[in-house]
């Protein structure tokens, strides 16, 4: 399976062993913030939603590459303030 991701500007291909799946935990871990806090910027809109494991399961994660491009992305913006 090959889909596309963004890296920088260019869009690559992403390959299936590129593809990973990180919980709740791992996201937090990454973000440095509280399970409240990540809730909240689901919620809010301000971070992308999980999605489900299993059809019909309650385990959620997210796809790596999407969370570390949402904190690139981030980093971009609060630059951008500064300057």
Do not use: Y
């Amino acid at each position: 399976m090959v889909t596309t991701h963004q890296r920088g500007q260019m869009w690559t291909p992403l390959q299936s062993n590129d593809i990973r799946v990180i919980r709740h935990a791992t996201v937090r871990a990454k973000l440095n913030v509280s399970s409240a806090k990540l809730f909240d910027m689901c919620a809010k809109g301000v971070f992308p939603k999980p999605f489900t494991l299993v059809p019909g399961g309650r385990a959620v994660g997210w796809l790596e590459h999407e969370v570390d491009a949402w904190i690139l992305n981030r980093k971009g913006d609060i630059e951008g303030e500064v300057a």
